[in-house]
């Protein structure tokens, strides 16, 4: 069965620090990957996805993330975090025939220090 | 354009009770998807609707069903509320299957 791993259940960084946040998914049929976050009590909010070509891929609020099928990663990254960026970071993915079925991870929870 | 929309935002039950939950996708969009997000069982996924039709089912009992209308629309059911129900059940939408899915802000649902 398809699955995605946070590593990570919380993690604080200082503002303006680099950020990178882990995630990994179980090998499988080609995958389409994604990173949404979430803010209390409200709904998830893509910040980016990956479907096929360039590995690197750019999102909304300064967010990138890299693909490496190698190591079955899909890792998301911020050079410079604002505290605005605390919240809950959700990796889903779904296979390519498995029609709208996201398995997400169990989610990062990052606290932002002023 | 519009998001997602939910409604209601809460909902307060009590066991024995059923609810329904409605859920407008984006204009355009012809694919629904629902989630239960719990604390201890976090995000997971009950099922997609497209062209009205069920594609695709998560591993819940048979207590929560759904529908898709012909405008899109999608309700879902879940009839003897139990304590374990307590959670925010979040819709998507997206043009078709295996498109992006865009999330509206979810119904608290509280099991009392």
């Known amino acids: 069965a398809q699955s995605v791993t946070q590593p990570d259940i919380h993690i604080t960084v200082s503002e303006g620090a680099s950020l990178e946040l882990r995630c990994n998914y179980s090998?499988?049929?080609?995958?389409?990957l994604f990173w949404y976050v979430q803010s209390p009590g409200q709904g998830l909010q893509l910040l980016l996805k990956?479907?096929?070509?360039?590995?690197l891929v750019q999102g909304i609020k300064g967010f990138e993330a890299e693909f490496k099928r190698s190591q079955s990663s899909f890792n998301l990254r911020k050079p410079s975090v604002h505290w605005s960026d605390a919240a809950e970071y959700f990796c889903?993915?779904?296979?390519?025939?498995?029609?709208?079925?996201?398995?997400f991870g169990t989610g990062t929870q990052l606290k932002v220090e002023l | 354009k519009a998001g997602v929309t939910q409604t209601p935002r809460y909902l307060i039950k009590t066991r024995g009770q059923q609810v329904t939950l409605s859920c407008s996708p984006i204009s355009g969009h012809r694919s629904v998807s629902w989630y239960q997000q719990t604390p201890g069982q976090g995000l997971q996924f009950l099922f997609e609707y497209f062209s009205e039709t069920q594609r695709n089912k998560g591993n819940f009992p048979g207590r929560f069903s759904g529908r898709q209308f012909s405008n899109s629309r999608s309700e879902m059911n879940v009839s003897t509320l139990e304590l374990g129900d307590s959670a925010l059940y979040l819709c998507?939408?997206?043009?078709?299957?295996?498109?992006?899915?865009?999330f509206g802000p979810g119904t608290r649902l509280t099991v009392l």
């Open positions: 889903a993915v779904v296979y390519v025939g498995g029609g709208n079925k996201l398995t």
């Open positions: 990956y479907f096929s070509g360039d590995t």
């Open positions: 998507a939408s997206s043009s078709v299957p295996s498109d992006t899915q865009y």
């Open positions: 090998y499988g049929a080609t995958p389409y």
